[in-house]
């Protein structure tokens, strides 16, 4: 293996306490039952139109009224995307490690670049980042393997020696179908009816920490595996 990609919220980066805020508030200020936090997290990896159904279930998502509340909410999101966010803990060393072996590192994401972008620029990961795949850059998103072969094209690495880590379905699916080894992470924001039986998602591994996928990343990486023989 000769790379490594993340999805974005829920893997590589812990956005969901600004989401669970924004929401939240669109529930005080509508004068409704505030959604608890954990049900909001398990949205986050749906998009803005689930969370935004959690404040207003009611409406159909086609409704003018339900497109102008999604707005606001993609509003408030974009002017206040780094409050309470920041990678998930022990994502920063993982980080080092690959750049200190020159293992080049990405993203592929179902969010929207210019959110994606920002998110990224206000973490200082732009420059770090060495591929970013977002929903417009292809006709097809995840599930489909076009984003997943766009990266492997972007890093000129074979799909089959990249390593893809994700916390939903969609990115298990996406990365099998363009062969690339994957890494289901269980630490993220897994949608409520996929909890159960995670075995079934049929992804290559399954971590539980970032500091498991750290670990792991050390066994099926030979860069990593010989700088730890070289620190032990």
Known sequence: ??????????????????????IQQMCRDARRPVVEADLIRT???????????????ELDVTNPIFLAHRQNFLDLYG????????????????L?????????????????RGLSESLLEKLNLTERCTVLVCPEDVSKTKPDPEPMYLAAKQLNIPANEIIYVGDHPRDIDAGRNADM?????????????????????????????VTELHELLRQKLPALQENQRMIS
Do not use: C
């Open 181 to 209: 080894y994957t890494i289901l992470a269980a630490y993220g924001y897994l949608p409520v009816e996929h909890r159960d039986d995670l075995n079934a998602w049929q992804a290559d591994s399954i971590v539980n920490t």
């Open 1 to 22: 293996m000769k790379a490594v990609l993340f999805d974005l919220d829920g893997t590589l980066i812990d956005t969901a306490a600004d989401f669970i805020r924004i």
């Open 79 to 94: 002017n206040n995307i780094v409050v309470d966010t920041d990678l998930f803990e022990g994502m920063y060393p993982l």
């Open 43 to 57: 949205q986050v990896s749906e998009g803005a139109r689930a969370m935004v159904k959690l404040v207003y279930p």
């Open 96 to 112: 080092e490690e690959l750049e200190a072996q020159r293992i080049p590192w990405g993203i592929v994401t179902n969010k929207p």
